[in-house]
């Protein structure tokens, strides 16, 4: 199936090639045929109806006729913007964020409980950012603000080995900061942001 046809060019292909007038179609679909015509030729939008009708009709698997017939309105609404592959994009990361499941955050943070459990010298663990908020999608990174007493032997070698097993056990990127390391107005503006999920009690 050619993905660059329009619904109007797949409508009247599938008709043509059942040698099917137009008042034919139009009849099924209980509307004169000029309207018919207009939607073959893209001046007019069929119903959703019209669709799901039209895919049953000619056989079709309703989702591609759907998929062709959606993506028909959103090319005509980009078709005045000067940036219609920015406005996509930026399209894409909502989708993204609307369709990432609350579900998946906490399945997340046991994984980070789980890991930072291997690392006695940790007492308190925060999450900051997007993550921390619900707001992140999955390509968003997830950061992590660590408390680590000064009597305890921990390393730069450490940290990276908490990012590395997070990274792999929730494929994201992670970025795991040292809460004595933050400059106290750092602190402050992400103070809102800050999600305890780990404390040794």
Known sequence: ?????????????????????????????????????????????????????????????????????????????????????RILQVAEEKIRYRTTPNTVRPAINNKIRNILKEFPAVEKAWLFGSHARGEDTPESDIDLLI????????????????????RRAVNRKVDVVMLRAVAPRVLERVRNDLKLIYEVR
């Open 1 to 85: 199936m050619d993905k660059t046809e329009t619904f109007g060019e797949i409508i009247r292909r599938c008709r043509t090639e059942k040698q099917l007038p137009l008042r034919k179609v139009a009849a099924f679909l209980d509307i004169d045929q000029a309207i018919l015509s207009k939607i073959e030729r893209g001046k007019r939008n069929a119903s959703r109806k019209q669709v799901l009708d039209l895919a049953g009709f000619f056989g079709l698997d309703t989702e591609y006729l759907l998929d062709s017939w959606l993506s028909d309105k959103i090319l005509k609404e980009l078709d005045a913007e000067k940036s219609p592959l």
């Open 147 to 166: 408390d680590v007493p000064l009597v305890k032997e921990f390393t730069l070698f450490d940290i990276a080995e908490i990012q590395e097993k997070i």
